[in-house]
């Protein structure tokens, strides 16, 4: 699987590995540091003990001295340490994005992940996840790295006090770390919910802005307000169970956190009170207590972020499986044949919809003639769209074979027209990024879709706007076409892309792309559309169709009328 090798193994790694290393170094540097503070309080606390009886000031500010010279070197260290594991998150996670990325335009899994029951909002995915995947796992890794160094050699110190504060130490810390385990457990299935539901939420409110206006128009603001605060509601759940967990994990972290400043003194005292060891012991192991203890919990005093991340690592796998799913075909199930030739046909072709359900069509062949022109017709849903689909390589349930020009030499125009964003001038060159085309042939072809004065009327070719809002359906279907003529694709294939225009419109275009040599391809329902094809393929909706001649299709239709 591509997606799971790692950063650490990718064409970065030099990178990645040498910050890695460096922050290893800096985190042995930090627990010499921290050592030797233990140490440097252990004799200022003593020697402030000892004074009434030695009168000795100059150990005191020496151990002063000898700290102020630390702070000096642990500073930069301690801050440095801090920002390398920023930086190397953030080269991570753009690595890391960009692969996503990468997948989820290969083999148009962007499409086919729609209908994956299982993949819920994958944007939040890429996003979020992975921010906080690359950030998340690092600061654990280097959290567990530091945890074991501080542990060995702290541990080392405090054997050097008492062994059998040691092993009180260690037996607390475990118990600790099992309980808390058992109960934080339940957090990770709540923590992925949360996770889910809020993007369900956002993308309620993001599909309402987007469909302002027909929502508007409907008067469905009762429905939709009741849908948001139904979705709103289920994330408000969600949360009151995830802080009444919180609450019962804190009820046990509160007291095992509270208990842990007595530990040492309990333990330190008898030996002290025998005369065995000196007064800065106390702070010493204090201080070793508290380390050893972070350390040994922290898995204890992490669990909740370690269940969030392990939330966030199940959701980006998931992704990451079904992007590679998408790019491969289904186990046991027939596909269709695509073949690349310089003709359409279609050769005992039977398509299924995507989940294998339904039969659209049986057994269907036909073939044309380059510049010729085909009009699929028949009732909703009989299949027309989903034909072009197929032929498009969308769709590939079912058998038989299709045979197609490569698809660049293909342009399609889907039902609902499509506006990019950005310019005027990157809406018409779609899905082109740059081209030679000049303003003049633009002002051309504007002028051909009876668009004249959209520049003019917008500000220019590069003004950017919410164009399929302020854009009326219709003129995005006329700048849509603008696209086809401006492309000059030798097949164009068109899914009832001139069915908010009026009949004198209509004609204008069909009359535009007829005088260009391109093979042909509609789906429309109007008979005016009929007389720029020379066939006709009716589909019935039961699976059956038939082939005529568009004269004798209308021949027919009038007789029938
Ligand atoms: N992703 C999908 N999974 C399963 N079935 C689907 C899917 N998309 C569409 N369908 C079904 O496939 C059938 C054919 O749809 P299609 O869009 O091809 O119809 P159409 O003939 O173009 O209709 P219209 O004239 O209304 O545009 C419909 O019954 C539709 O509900």
């Known amino acids: 699987m591509t997606l799971a090798k790692p950063y650490w193994f990718s064409e ?21 540091i921290n050592v030797s503070i233990s140490f440097i309080f252990r004799n200022i606390d003593t020697s402030l003990a000892t004074f009434p009886q030695t009168g000795d000031t100059t150990t005191f500010w020496r151990f002063i001295a000898i700290y102020a010279g630390l702070l000096v070197i642990g500073t930069p260290i301690v801050v440095m340490f801090g920002y390398l594991q920023d930086k190397l998150g953030l080269y991570w996670r753009d690595w890391l994005t960009n692969r996503f990325l990468d997948k989820y335009f290969q083999h148009r899994a962007y499409y086919k992940i729609n209908f994956n029951e299982n993949i ?20 654990f890794l280097l959290l567990i790295l530091t945890s074991i160094i501080t542990l060995i050699s702290f541990t080392g110190v405090l054997l050097s006090i008492s062994v059998s504060l040691s092993i009180a130490l260690i037996v607390y810390a475990l118990v600790g770390t099992v309980v808390t385990a058992w109960i934080g457990q339940r957090l990770i299935g709540i923590n992925f919910n949360q996770l889910r539901k809020e993007a369900d939420f956002r993308y309620g409110l993001v599909h309402v802005r ?12 009762y429905q939709e307000s009741l849908q948001l605060r139904q979705r709103f509601l289920a994330a408000i759940r969600n949360f009151d169970l995830l802080i009444n967990w919180q609450r019962n994990l804190g009820f046990f ?3 095992y956190n509270y208990f842990v400043r007595a530990l040492p003194y309990v333990v330190i005292a008898p030996i002290y009170f025998a005369g065995e060891t000196d007064f800065g012991t106390f702070t010493q192991a204090g201080i070793a207590f508290l380390q050893i203890f972070s350390a040994l919990s922290v898995i204890v005093s992490q669990f909740e972020n370690l269940t969030a991340f392990a939330a966030g690592i199940e959701r980006m796998g998931g992704l990451a499986d079904a992007l590679e799913i998408e790019s491969k075909p289904q186990p046991g199930m027939t596909t269709i044949d695509t073949t ?12 299924l919809t995507p989940n294998y359900e339904r039969t659209l069509v049986r057994e269907l062949s036909l073939s044309l003639q380059p510049g010729e022109g085909l009009v699929i017709v028949g009732n909703s849903g009989s299949g027309k769209s989903s034909l072009l689909r197929a032929i498009a390589g969308l769709w590939n349930a079912g058998t038989g074979q299709i045979i197609r020009p490569p698809l ?3 342009m399609f125009l889907p039902q609902r027209p499509y506006m990019v964003l950005g310019s005027l001038r990157s809406q018409l060159l779609y899905p082109k990024t740059s081209g030679e085309i000049s303003e003049s042939k633009m002002h051309e072809v504007l002028e051909q879709v ?23 359906l219709g003129e995005q279907q006329r700048l849509a076409f603008a696209r086809l003529l401006l492309n000059i694709p030798n097949y164009a294939i068109l899914d009832e892309a001139t069915s908010a225009l009026d009949l004198a419109n209509e004609q204008k275009l069909y009359q535009q792309l007829r005088t260009q040599p391109a093979t042909l391809i509609s789906v429309g329902h109007r008979p005016s559309l009929l007389q720029y094809h020379e066939y006709v393929l009716e589909l019935d909706g039961n699976s059956n169709w038939q082939l005529v001649p568009t004269e004798e299709y209308t021949a027919n239709l009038s007789a029938f009328n």
């Open 120 to 139: 819920d909002n994958p944007d939040q995915r890429i996003s979020e996840d992975i921010r906080s995947f690359t950030r998340t796992s690092l600061s």
């Open 408 to 410: 660049a030499q293909m």
């Open 12 to 32: 970065q790694k030099w990178k990645a590995r040498g910050l890695l290393a460096l922050l290893i170094l800096l985190a042995l540097l930090v627990n010499v």
């Open 450 to 472: 009876n668009l004249t004065d959209l520049p003019e009327r917008v500000g220019g070719f590069d003004v950017e706007l919410d164009w399929s809002g302020v854009l009326s």
């Open 340 to 351: 690349e030739d310089s003709q359409v046909a279609l050769r005992n072709l039977t398509l």
């Open 253 to 255: 972290t509160q007291s």
């Open 210 to 221: 987007d469909n302002a206006e027909s929502i508007a128009f409907y008067q469905g603001e």
